[in-house]
Antibody, heavy 120, light 107 residues
C-alpha cells in the first residue's frame, strides 16, 4: 500500500529556497514514478514535475523548468522538490502524487500536502 | 502544451439532481483523461481514469464519457457528500495539465 507523507513546507522570504520531501511508507516506492502537484489558495491544481522510478528521467511543466528540481532517493523511499528563488506566487499547498499503474499518469495516491508560504 | 478547458466553473444544484461537467482539450487526447474530486482541505481523489473507467469504490452515480477533445463527467442523484470541486486532467502527454475546476455547490 502506498502512503505518502510530505514535509518541509513553511514560511520563506522571496528569493529563498526550500526543499520539500515526500516519503512513502510502502514497499514499492522504487518502482513508482513520482509527481509533484501544487494548488495556490482558492485556485486549481497545477502539475509541476515527474521523476521516473529509477530517477533517470524527469519532466517539468514549462513554467516550472529552471527553478524547480525534482529528485529522489530510493534507499529512503523519498522524493524531493527543491524550489529556488521563491516568489510570492509560489505560495501553495504542494502535493506529491503517484499511481501503481505502470505507464499511467493519473494519480490514485496523494499525500496530505505541505503548505509553502512566500512572503516578506 | 495541451490546454484543458473545463466548464462550468461553478454550478448550484440540489440533492437528487443530475450535474454535468465538461472538459475540452486543445488537441486530441484519445481517452487519456482523468477526473478528480476534491473537498476543502483535502487532497484530490481519483474518480475516473481513461475517460470512463470508474475507480474501485467510487459510486456508480458518477460516470465519465468522451474521447478526442470533448469529455463529460455526469453525477446523477447528487448526494450531500458530492458537493465538492471537480477537476479533469489530461494524461496523454507531458506536460500533464489540469482543467480549471468546477465547484458543485448546494442550491
Amino acid at each position: 500500500e502506498v502512503q505518502l507523507v510530505e514535509s518541509g513546507g513553511g514560511s520563506v522570504q522571496p528569493g529563498g529556497s526550500l526543499r520539500l520531501s515526500c516519503e512513502d511508507s510502502g514497499f514499492t516506492f522504487s518502482s513508482l514514478a513520482m509527481n509533484w502537484v501544487r494548488q495556490a489558495p482558492g485556485k486549481g491544481l497545477e502539475w509541476i514535475s515527474q521523476i521516473s522510478a529509477s530517477g533517470g528521467s524527469t519532466f517539468y511543466a514549462d513554467s516550472m523548468r529552471g527553478r524547480f528540481i525534482i529528485s529522489r532517493e530510493n534507499s529512503k523511499n523519498t522524493v524531493y522538490l527543491t524550489i529556488n528563488n521563491l516568489k510570492v506566487e509560489d505560495t501553495a499547498v504542494y502535493y506529491c502524487a503517484t499511481t501503481v499503474v505502470v505507464t499511467a499518469n493519473f494519480f490514485d495516491y496523494w499525500g496530505q500536502g505541505t503548505l509553502v508560504t512566500v512572503s516578506s | 502544451d495541451i490546454q484543458m478547458t473545463q466548464s462550468p466553473s461553478s454550478v448550484s444544484a440540489s440533492v437528487g439532481d443530475t450535474v454535468s461537467i465538461t472538459c475540452r482539450a486543445s488537441q486530441g487526447i484519445s481517452t487519456w483523461l482523468a477526473w478528480y474530486q476534491q473537498k476543502p482541505g483535502k487532497a484530490p481523489k481519483l474518480l475516473i481514469s481513461a475517460a470512463s473507467s470508474l475507480q474501485s469504490g467510487v459510486p456508480s452515480r458518477f460516470s465519465g464519457s468522451g474521447s478526442g477533445t470533448d469529455f463529460t463527467l455526469i453525477i446523477t442523484n447528487l448526494q450531500p457528500e458530492d458537493f465538492a470541486s471537480y477537476f479533469c486532467q489530461q494524461i496523454n502527454s507531458f506536460p500533464l495539465t489540469f482543467g480549471g475546476g468546477t465547484k458543485v455547490q448546494i442550491k
